[in-house]
């Protein structure tokens, strides 16, 4: 597990009346953690400081923003990691997982569920370190 790419995206947020932030995010390239003989998934790690956990709105305009940046990625194998710091959780972060999918059109999108991946130890040392 290695990070390929360190970057931010600049991008103004609807939810905080559209002040523009910079969002800095991790790409790693690793097989999915708990699973064996997998493929590798490409992840797209950044800590949640600006609440796109509870702003689906914001979230989307990311993602839009990413797919742009890397459209050559095969969008069932990239998946989204949003991580703050959470000391209810045993590992103390909590750690959200967003998947892409597609549409009937084929076009990408984000899950509208994510699944809550904050006690499984692969997904909290990805998003530490």
């Known amino acids: 597990m290695s990070t390929i790419l360190k970057d931010f995206v600049l991008m103004a947020l609807p939810h905080r009346e559209w002040s523009c932030e910079a969002i800095h995010f991790r790409v ?3 097989p999915e953690p708990g699973k064996l003989g997998n493929k590798n998934h490409t992840y797209i790690i950044l800590e949640d400081l600006y609440g796109f ?21 095969p969008p069932n194998r990239v998946h989204i990691l949003i991580h703050s710091r959470d000391m209810s959780k045993s590992l103390g972060t909590k750690v959200l997982r967003y998947d892409l999918l597609r549409d009937e059109e084929r076009q990408v999108k984000l899950d509208k569920k994510p699944e809550d991946v904050s006690e499984k130890s692969g997904y909290v040392s990805m998003c530490a370190f």
């Open 28 to 30: 790693k390239l690793c």
């Open 53 to 73: 956990d509870t702003n689906e709105n914001s979230l989307v305009i990311l993602t839009k923003i990413l797919l742009q940046r890397f459209p050559h990625l």
